[in-house]
T-cell receptor
């Protein structure tokens, strides 16, 4: 079993749709959680850190459920520019493990 | 945030040869990380490079194949030795930063390697 598992996707949604990605992790000692965005042929860039209390940044909401060991990312009112691959990452002792990524395509 | 540059940005190499990838950071950092991202896959950590000590390699990666140097707190190199087509991948260096008290990772732009 992989240490971090994500919805495989791809997700193809129309503009304005709400889409949710889930990610589960196996190491209960994991300390930090993140969502990264990776555009085609580019390096990953941090989208959001995920806090225990959940956090929101505009159209993006991240949730952490430590008991069930999963994190989620909700994108509301999706835009064409949201098309990318979204990677969840779980960090422990300074080392990050990444999921395989979920590809989102937002269509007009 | 950290600004990271990598050289070369891409290369096409013959099997059996070696390529050294350079990573430069605009600030001093304790740990630098080298990742590999094979086509259509996620990032796999190769090793952690600490200044003044030997790199720590992840399972499946060995020093003879991926020797790493870390001569100072802003620079590191990764060498891909005796390359085969299976080494074709994007190689990314990364450093830790602080995002709201959480250690996010900043990535360099990557080196796209094709081995023929």
């Amino acid at each position: 079993r992989k240490e971090v598992e994500q919805d495989p996707g791809p997700f193809n949604v129309p503009e304005g749709a709400t889409v949710a990605f889930n990610c589960t992790y196996s190491n209960s000692a994991s300390q930090s959680f993140f969502w990264y965005r990776q555009d085609c042929r580019k390096e990953p860039k941090l989208l959001m850190s995920v806090y225990s209390s959940g956090n929101e940044d505009g159209r993006f909401t991240a949730q952490l459920n430590r008991a069930s060991q999963y994190i989620s990312l909700l994108i509301r009112d999706s835009k064409l520019s949201d098309s990318a691959t979204y990677l969840c990452a779980v960090a422990n002792a300074g080392k990050s493990t990444f999921g395989d990524g979920t590809t989102l395509t937002v269509k007009p | 945030s950290a600004v990271i540059s990598q050289k070369p940005s891409r290369d096409i190499c013959q099997r059996g040869t070696s390529l050294t990838i350079q990573c430069q950071v605009d600030s001093q950092v304790t740990m630098m990380f080298w990742y590999r991202q094979q086509p259509g896959q996620s990032l796999t950590l190769i090793a952690t490079a600490n200044q003044g000590s030997e790199a720590t390699y992840e399972s499946g990666f060995v020093i003879d194949k991926f020797p790493i140097s870390r001569p100072n707190l802003t620079f590191s190199t990764l060498t891909v030795s005796n390359m085969s087509p299976e080494d074709s991948s994007i190689y990314l260096c990364s450093v830790e930063g602080l995002a709201g008290g959480y250690n996010e990772q900043f990535f360099g732009p990557g080196t796209r390697l094709t081995v023929l």
